[in-house]
């Protein structure tokens, strides 16, 4: 992979325009929104499984449209969703008056949080690292806006197609984590971030995504250090 010129804040807009443009269908996907009573529990059973007791202080990264943001606040979460996306906050908003979650979504630059240190006791994000044009930095910052014992939680995967997404065909090379990374590798990539008791656990039942998922997907978590 080779990096061109393109600065990192243009790589960010180019960013921010696709998920600008899926936010409308983003959620009629089966691998994205949640279909169904059988796929929300799962995905309860999960976050309850690897959040911790609720309520917790939760900042979720990278939201989309809220769909893990909505799920963390059914755990009993105390949730605050950030996205780079404007349209994609909306859909998050539109989807919580639903429900009448009471949910805080504003727009952020995952590796240049506008939150205070140690504010939050629980981080997610979903799908989002292999976004950023520097991983190492986001990571950085998510360690400084969780307190001392907090938890990181990362949805992820990885895949190996033989062309770039649509959207993406100019940027990929610009993103150190494109095509997502096996566990194994993310779990290093964590803990050399300075991560503790970095595990996993894999996400690979059809229930999960709506569909046999295609390429390896997992949950990771790892704590900051006290």
């Not at 807009?13 to 269908?25: I, K, L, P």
């Not at 799920?71 to 906050?89: I, N, R, W």
């Not at 150190?176 to 894999?202: C, I, K, Q, S």
């Amino acid at each position: 992979m080779t990096r061109s010129d393109r600065s990192a804040e243009e790589v960010k807009a180019r960013v921010e325009e696709y998920w600008d443009g899926r936010a409308d269908s983003f959620d009629d996907d089966s691998q994205h929104g949640i279909h169904g009573d059988e796929q929300r529990e799962a995905w309860l059973s999960v976050l309850r499984e690897w959040t911790g007791d609720p309520p917790q202080r939760t900042l979720d990264v990278g939201c989309g449209t809220g769909v893990i943001s909505l799920l963390l606040a059914q755990v009993g979460h105390d949730v605050t969703g950030v996205d780079v996306s404007t349209e994609m906050l909306e859909q998050a908003r539109e989807k919580a008056r639903a429900v009448d979650h009471s949910l805080e979504f504003r727009t952020g630059d995952a590796e240049s949080l506008d939150e205070p240190d140690d504010s939050y006791e629980l981080l997610t994000g979903r799908h989002l690292i292999w976004t950023l044009p520097n991983p190492e930095t986001a990571v950085r910052e998510w360690r400084r806006v969780v307190e001392p014992g907090g938890r990181i939680l990362l949805v992820e995967g990885h895949w190996d197609f033989p062309e770039p997404f649509e959207g993406y065909e100019e940027i990929h090379d610009d993103l150190p984590l494109y095509d997502g990374r096996p566990p194994e590798e993310l779990a290093a990539f964590l803990t050399d971030a300075g991560l503790e008791n970095v595990e996993h656990d894999p996400l690979m039942d059809a229930v999960f995504w709506g569909q046999e998922p295609n390429y390896e997907q997992y949950v990771m978590v790892g704590d900051v250090p006290r």
